[in-house]
């Protein structure tokens, strides 16, 4: 059973960068498609990054395209969302996603998910 612990999250200014991590356990994560998520405070999740189980297709939601970089080290068993030049409407949890399969998707098709992890960006 994979399992995920979150980290990275926090405060930070606009215009600022985090790093969000989700270390996995259990099985790992090579041939998972594997994606990020978030969910705004009265809003729904959206699903923003996705990164195919096989090669290194890369999907994004176009509010983040150019700023956010979703990767996965399987070395360590760990995936990773690099996001830069964050504004206020980024403040969201965020959560990881896998599924073993090979196209990814940015619909919440997962079958795990990591516990969220939340970020703020304000001044």
């Known amino acids: 059973q994979l399992q995920f612990v979150e980290s990275g999250g926090g405060f930070v200014q606009p215009g600022g960068s985090l790093r969000l991590s989700c270390a996995a356990s259990g099985v790992t994560l090579d041939y998972y498609a594997i994606a990020w998520f978030r969910q705004a405070p009265g809003k729904e999740r959206e699903g923003i990054s996705c990164l195919n189980g096989v090669g290194g297709n890369t999907d994004y939601v176009d509010s983040v395209k150019g700023r956010f970089t979703i990767s996965r080290d399987n070395a360590n068993n760990a995936m990773y969302l690099q996001m830069t030049n964050l504004k206020r409407e980024d403040t969201a949890v965020y959560y990881c996603?896998?599924?073993?399969?090979?196209?990814?998707?940015?619909?919440?098709?997962?079958?795990?998910w990591g516990q969220g992890i939340e970020v703020t960006v304000s001044s």
């Open positions: 996603a896998a599924d073993h399969r090979f196209g990814c998707s940015l619909k919440g098709d997962y079958a795990f």
